[in-house]
């Protein structure tokens, strides 16, 4: 059963294989420039740190600096480490004490995902991130049976791996120490305490003295995605930005959550799972504060495996006494019925990604329809153009033009001061007059058309054109200078547009070899 989940998580996979998330050419950009000596930066020249993935960039320009792109490397890397959390997925359950057909059954109800399939062919970091907290949380297990320091060494080792690939990672290396000092505090068992500090400091030194080193090369202490990603959380829109984002992963597998409150009511259930349940307290804490637009539940997905095993553990057969063979028909039932269901759900979710690939936010997530803009912009301009926009993975990435973020992804200024301003309509004016003060050479700007009768920027005004932000700047870069130079195709109903600032200049921008990258 375990190779039939392996086998299968390739096949489902393949569907997605030209699926490529725009972010992701993001973190490509920034390994490109690291790779190639001009920084850890998005534009050269401009110290601004616009991605939330520290270690998965190095690993990117590591792979580039050897040869292999980004694009190639980011899919492979994902590829392995989807494969070995299948198979991890089966190992840890056994290790928590499942049965092997439990253990087997969480293998391939993981292997049906829609999310494990996507993440591993998006570009991005959050397989290989899934994988390090399933591999912390099972060398735990390890450590709490056979009380070996190498296991706990390891595990520091991994939970730091984990707090250097994501921001929110830091969040499990906190709460993992103070789990360990308390449990060392009640029980007195496992090693020494002050070789359980000796680790949890050492970790700790390692990510403070990056932070330093963060702080000198960037003059900040946080990285610039903490200020230019306020949309949505739970700040800003209360318990509303929590629900959406379990509404946004339902068929992803947040629907499992609900029959996990069960499980606190089974004899020694919380002494036995209480370290992977408080992995999956930190992630629901930090889905509750982040917010994501993606599909799939992105930020569900790290704690997916560990809701899965949880799961299997309720309909696992050894706490049946071999008497009671009525009660294991019906537990093997109820287990074949859970990952028949959650396969349904994501083969649903598979098959509608497929057919609407270039509608939002699909078109966004295999970024398809973005990539020929990029090339477009490339072979028309002169690297020193400069381009304002709000998407800044494709277009920019092979454009190789310096980008201006409407959305302050990489730009100080717009990330720190104007996301100050609380009403979004003062704010978007503020961006906007602030982005036309930069006179940028060009400016993209994407509408989409949500029926035959009408445009929209937001719910509250269906009227409208474009986003609100967009829909001020198409309004007054006319006034400043601007002409509308193009306009293409960036998805099913959507459009970009592109404005050139001044006529004279459209004769100047043409492709120069001697300004390639």
């Known amino acids: 059963m375990l190779l039939l989940a392996l086998v299968f998580v390739l096949i489902h996979q393949a569907f997605f294989l030209n699926w490529t998330n725009d972010d992701s050419f993001i973190s490509y950009r920034y390994a490109e420039n690291l790779s190639s000596g001009r920084g850890l930066v998005f534009n050269p020249g401009e110290k601004v740190e616009g991605f939330s993935n520290f270690l998965w960039v190095l690993l990117l320009a590591f792979f580039n600096i050897m040869g292999i792109n980004p694009l190639i490397s980011s899919k492979t890397i ?20 499942l049965s092997k057909l439990s253990s087997s059954l969480s293998a391939l109800t993981l292997s049906f995902s829609t999310s494990l399939a996507y993440y591993s062919m998006s570009g991005l970091e959050t397989v290989f991130y899934t994988f390090l907290l399933l ?97 949505g959380t739970f700040i800003e829109e209360g318990y509303n930005a929590f629900y959406a984002n379990i509404r946004n992963a339902f068929f992803s597998g947040s629907f499992f959550l609900l029959p996990l409150f069960f499980l606190l009511i089974q004899k020694n259930f919380l002494k036995k799972f209480a370290y992977p349940l408080l992995f999956c307290l930190g992630q629901m804490i930090f889905l509750s504060y982040a917010g994501d637009w993606m599909a799939f539940g992105r930020f569900f997905l790290p704690i997916l495996p560990l809701v899965i095993i949880l799961i299997f553990s309720l309909l696992d057969l050894r706490g049946v006494s071999p008497e009671k063979s009525s009660s294991k028909s019906v537990l093997k039932f109820a287990s074949l019925l859970v990952a028949i269901l959650f396969a349904g759900f994501n083969i649903f979710q598979t098959t509608k990604a497929i057919t609407n690939k270039d509608i939002y936010p699909y078109n966004v997530m295999n970024s398809t329809c973005l990539v020929p803009l990029g090339k477009w912009l490339n072979q028309k301009f002169p690297t020193q153009a400069v381009v304002a926009l709000r998407r800044q993975g494709a277009i920019p990435y092979y454009s190789k033009l310096k980008s201006l973020d409407f959305l302050g992804l990489t730009e100080k200024r717009i990330a720190k001061n104007i996301y100050k301003e609380k009403d979004l309509l003062k704010r978007n004016q503020i961006n906007a007059s602030y982005i036309l003060d930069q006179k940028p050479d060009l400016i993209i700007l994407f509408s989409f058309l949500a029926d035959d009768e009408g445009w929209v920027f937001d719910r509250s005004k269906p009227g409208e054109r474009f986003y609100h932000l967009e829909y001020l700047l198409y309004k007054e870069a006319i006034k400043n200078g601007y002409t509308l130079l193009d306009c293409r195709s960036s998805g099913r109903k959507e459009k970009a547009y592109i404005f050139i600032y001044q006529e004279e200049y459209k004769g100047n921008f043409r492709k120069s070899k001697t300004n390639a990258f």
Do not use: D
Request: hydrophobic share 55%; glycine share 4%.
């Open 135 to 231: 591999l912390a949380v099972f060398m735990n297990e390890k450590y709490e049976k056979e009380k070996k320091e190498k296991y706990f060494y390891f595990l520091y080792g991994i939970l730091l791996a984990a707090a250097l690939t994501r921001p929110e990672g830091i969040l499990f290396l906190v709460l993992s120490s103070l789990y360990h000092f308390l449990k060392k505090i009640l029980t007195k068992k496992g090693i020494p305490l002050e070789r359980i500090l000796a680790a949890q400091i050492l970790s700790f030194s390692f990510y403070v003295f990056l932070i330093i080193l963060r702080y000198f090369y960037y003059a900040e202490i946080l990285p610039n995605t903490f200020y230019a990603k306020p949309a």
């Open 78 to 97: 994902s590829l392995f480490a989807s494969l070995l959390l299948v198979f991890l997925v089966s190992r840890t359950g056994l290790a928590f004490g």
